[in-house]
């Protein structure tokens, strides 16, 4: 099946297929980019496809990667439209994977880095039925007082973050987290020693215990 969104997609050996993980990359990545990080996971959870797309738009400061939402206009309300247009993509997509293996929001796990953190916080939030689980890596609350006029759903997260982010500030995970609990949200934090804006060996062994956790149960 063609897919709405471009995307590379990694299957089980096993061909039995059960539940599904969705890596969202960063501002300017592509799916083959953070991909990279299935080659430990799947190993660890043998009935679960991976789907690694590309953001719906050329990325505007880098035309060989890819965006969820534009950053070139530092204008909130530019920003929120363009978020909730990319939400609408992404809800499009996972509806396809849904009715293509037969899965529903339970068996799904979402999760970013950077900018694809931002998107995985607020699908969700706003899920019409909560996910799985969401995993987020270096990333934000994009707009507080926006999203919390349009949450849905509260499904639980992990969010981890490098303490030494140049990219993302560090304190922008205490303010997620704070947000999140604030509004009833089950959420689990963890801040990587010496760490910049990227996702490390530690970062993505918590990560996966952390689906496999949830995803089998």
């Known amino acids: 099946m063609k897919f709405s969104l471009d995307t590379k ?24 980019d953070i991909s990279a990080i299935t080659l430990n996971w799947k190993r ?12 719906h738009e050329i990325c505007s400061i880098n035309p060989n990667g890819f965006q969820w939402f ?12 363009e978020v909730i247009k990319a939400e609408e993509k992404l809800n499009f997509f996972i509806n396809e ?40 890596f270096s990333g934000k609350i994009i707009n507080k007082e926006e999203i919390s006029k349009r949450i849905k759903s509260k499904t639980k ?17 205490l303010e997620a987290k704070d947000f999140l609990i ?3 949200v089950d959420i689990e934090t963890k801040m990587i020693q010496n760490c910049d804006h990227n996702i490390p060996i530690e970062a993505s062994s918590t990560a996966l215990n952390y ?4 995803l089998y149960i």
């Open 9 to 32: 997609i990694i299957e089980p050996e096993s061909k039995k297929i059960d539940s599904a993980v969705l890596l969202l990359h960063g501002y300017g990545g592509d799916g083959n």
């Open 44 to 55: 660890f959870l043998p009935n679960t496809i991976f789907f690694c797309p590309n953001g």
């Open 70 to 81: 534009d950053l070139s206009r530092d204008d909130p309300s530019y920003i929120n439209k």
């Open 97 to 136: 994977i849904k009715k293509q293996f037969k899965l529903n929001n339970s068996q799904i796990c979402i999760s970013g880095f950077s900018q694809g953190c931002m998107m995985s916080i607020n699908l969700g939030l706003t899920a019409e039925d909560k996910f799985n689980c969401i995993v987020g």
């Open 157 to 173: 997260m992990l969010l981890i973050h490098g303490d030494s982010d140049s990219v993302v500030p560090p304190n922008r995970l």
């Open 182 to 184: 604030r509004n009833k």
């Open 211 to 214: 689906i496999k956790k949830n």
